[in-house]
């Protein structure tokens, strides 16, 4: 059972900057794909970013070249960092873990277990 706790959100204006962490319990952590997802009012939650075990790293074209994920194994913590952000990525933000951690999948039903979210608002 891995538990995940997100942390970092809140409201900052376009063009502003946001890290968010993720804690993870257990001793397995460095074993698990990592990905980060958001999902708007009224829309389907979407693929973010991930990061494998390997510290392999895929992002969505809608953030690439602005959003950066990391992981700390050692802390068990996954982070994403997001620089210019723009209203467009107001969402609820959530971290994921799979325990395939060659798999850093896009798809949320591939994930084993998610965290409660963390807001982020961009205003205009």
């Known amino acids: 059972q891995v538990q995940l706790v997100e942390s970092g959100g809140g409201l900052v204006q376009a063009g502003g900057s946001l890290r968010l962490s993720c804690a993870a319990s257990?001793?397995?952590?460095?074993?698990?794909?990592m990905g980060w997802f958001r999902q708007a009012p009224g829309k389907d939650r979407v693929y973010v970013a991930g990061?494998?075990?390997?510290?392999?790293?895929y992002y969505a074209d809608s953030v690439k070249g602005r959003f950066t994920i990391s992981r700390d194994n050692a802390k068990n913590t996954v982070y994403l960092q997001m620089n210019s952000l723009k209203p467009e990525d107001t969402a609820h933000y959530y971290c994921?873990?799979?325990?395939?951690?060659?798999?850093?999948?896009?798809?949320?039903?591939?994930?084993?277990?998610w965290g409660q979210g963390t807001q982020v608002t961009v205003s205009s």
């Open positions: 994921a873990a799979n325990s395939r951690g060659w798999m850093i999948s896009r798809t949320p039903r591939e994930y084993d277990y």
């Open positions: 257990g001793r397995t952590f460095s074993s698990y794909a």
């Open positions: 990061i494998g075990s390997s510290s392999g790293t």
